[in-house]
């Protein structure tokens, strides 16, 4: 049995189990101990007077905090609202969308479950088409998979749902390109940043996707359920929330209408939402050169976790180095048995953390017929933790 290794210095900032190694940001990221505090003293504010809170203080608070999120990834705060997670924002647009018998929208072989079961909810009742573009893993360039999606494009594609970096492959996409390139064939781009803000740079108001939707709980490390949606002007009318709430009957201009729709969508604890300018402003301040810095830390962490496992498994790399952020997985060796649910753990996702106390995502993807781990890495971890994750598995494949 090996010894455990230690997170980094900067762990104190976070409460994880000090007993685990845990190299599963992905998933649904950590919050710091001093943005949880903030979240409760927010909580305790609001049972002081949740009328005040929801009514006044809450408003002011949440205008602040779309303004900072919007700031952050350069985006035009009138179209950005607040959602719970990404999942809803992409059940959104799509839910909202309306499509034809034989429109097509594409994904690819690498999206997120969620996100393409709700292409294939509104595309089989409308008897529209889902098309899944398979993009090779091991992958070779951004050149091969922009050409790979590009060449499933029809007259008949209305949209094309793409991933700022993928879930099970923690490929950072050519987003920027994707998008120029599928909006000048006259197709929207539903972007999904779930691994979005502090994982890689967004300039909205550059990319000018149709709709974009990301994460703050996993790499901006808020507190879980704060996300945002931000919808182009030239498509905010087509668009309406998942709950329909008192904003539909209110008068007003189109944006007046926009923002009391979006932003009340019934009774709920904002105060997740509330914490993003300071969990902004907190990690920011824990690496000098801040953001950038902190993206090009986790980054080079990440290579380096990711190079070590390619070592110990006897392996080549699955994508060149540029295609890797804050997320890398490795396909294991031979196929691996699939798990029948996708709630039911792989069964060495167990004996890693049963016996070696490692949380690391382990899991079958049917649709390339594998088995994946991958591994994240934050300002928590450090390089000793993948180290000791390698030779577990040298020792256990
Ligand atoms: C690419 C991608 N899309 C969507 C999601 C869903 O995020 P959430 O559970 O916060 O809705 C995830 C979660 O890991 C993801 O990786």
Known sequence: MFSRPLRSDLSKHWTLNPETVFLNHGSFGACPEVILDEQDRLRRQLEIDPVQFMEVDARELWAQSLSTLADFINADPEGMTFVTNATSGVNTILRSLDLQAGDEIIISDHSYQACWNTVDFVTNRTGAKTIVVPIPFPTKSNEQVIETILNHVTKRTRLALIDTVTSPTGLRMPFEKLVAELQSRDIDVLLDAAHGPGIVPLDIKKLQPAYITGNAHKWLC?????????????????????????????????????????????????????????????????????????????????????????????????????????????????????????????????????????????????????????????????IEEYEYLAKVLKQEL
Not at 223 to 235: H, N, V
Not at 366 to 379: E, F, K, M, N, Q
């Open 222 to 382: 808020t507190p879980k359920g704060s996300a945002f949606l931000y919808i182009r002007e030239d498509r905010r009318e087509r668009i309406r929330p998942l709950s329909i709430s008192h904003g539909a009957s209110v008068p007003g201009t189109a944006e007046e209408r926009y923002r009391f729709e979006f932003d009340w969508t019934g009774t709920q604890d904002p105060t997740a939402w509330l914490c993003i300018p300071q969990a902004i402003g907190f990690l920011g301040g824990l690496l000098e050169g801040g953001w950038p810095a902190i993206m090009e830390h986790n980054k080079q962490l990440a290579l380096s976790g990711r190079k070590l496992l390619l070592k110990a498994l006897g392996i080549p790399s699955p994508s060149p180095d540029s295609m890797i952020v804050g997320l890398a997985a490795v396909p294991l060796p031979g196929k691996g048995t699939l798990t029948a649910s996708a709630l039911e753990p792989d069964p060495l996702h167990s004996l890693l953390l049963e016996k070696y106390r490692i949380q690391v995502p382990v899991f079958g993807w049917p649709h390339h017929d594998r088995r994946y781990l991958r591994i994240a890495a934050h300002l928590y971890n450090s």
